[in-house]
């Protein structure tokens, strides 16, 4: 089914709406350490940080006491003292010290601590109530231990709600005419919807130049042949598997590829997308001349989903409607199953991961799912 029914198309926003009870990406694993950090997941303060042990611990960003940001506190050992009243929080959430209690600290005077797993390259948070659904987690392992991956991986922020970020993703096919990358025989060629309510699609691409031959040395002019598999797997996560076959005689190439654009909605109108960009042959690119030009791409990416978000919120006329065609159909299937995750449905129908029959994780405590051999970076 390659239609778009033209009542449900005006019907579901492309503005998303938040979902808590879902897994999103708060940082990079070796961004935890023991200095105090804060980033706003779903218009909730967050703060982060490492115990002595090496633990990661995240906590609600505001003191309960008279809402002074936790972010401005101190470390004392493994709790946080807050910068105003000396307020400190354990990461077990009690308050071990507040002034002026001689009869004893009240049990109400505590901090909401958030359940964390660590898979690929990031640390996990769980934003919805209660234990986190581990099943849930949208970090493809099964293809992310297919290889050592040797990758590069940043952050860029939009000032665009998450859902224009997904839909931008998932459209591959402006590539070619935004930031001047491909061929025109890949913005054009044909797309492989995934059925059972899936949001993505597959594609073979029989001549492509290959950006992974530039980050292995082999060259952007070595001819590949391409098969993409490109699928949202959650409210915070997609991901790209591609195969790779040389055409062209050349050293170096690789023969998989792996991206991941992990989205984390900061508030209904601002976003994070942590990005991973690997293959499984040795890069001979620093990641400065990568980050050089990912960052040119990126950075069109944000001019245009920020004047997105303007036009959209702006533009109030009733007569204001959305265009759609085929290839629009993967951003269309995200913004349904959104609806129903706000609905009470899970995200199902999608490749999610590993830990199916990993037993739940009470809530405040932290999962590791990276049992493989380490990534080379």
Known sequence: MNTIRASENQRLSPLAPLIKESWYVIDAEKEFTREIKHRTVLNEPLIYYRTEAGAPVVMDGRCPHRRFPLSEGTLKGDSVA?????????????????????NGIPENIKI??????????????????????????PMPMDIYRRATWHYHTGCCHYNCNYGLVH???????HTYFLHKVGTFEYADAPLRFLGGGRAGWTKSLPEQISVFGYMTGAGWHAMTHWDMHTEVVGPGLMYTYIDIKPIDQADNLPTRGLVLQAVTPETDSTSFQFWFNGNDTAMVVSKEDFDALIGKVYGEDIAVLNRQQTMIANDRRQTAVEVSIPNDRSGFMFRRKIAGMAAGKKFSGSSLVAGASTPAAVSGTHRDFEQRPAVKI
Request: glycine fraction near 14%.
């Open 82 to 102: 807050c910068g105003y009243h000396g307020f400190t929080f354990g990461p077990d959430g009690k308050c071990s010290y507040a002034p002026g209690c001689p």
């Open 167 to 173: 839909e931008n993703l998932l459209d591959l096919s």
């Open 112 to 137: 909401k601590i958030y359940s964390t797993a660590h898979a690929g390259p990031w640390v996990w948070v769980w934003m919805g109530e209660g234990e986190p659904d581990l099943e849930a987690l």
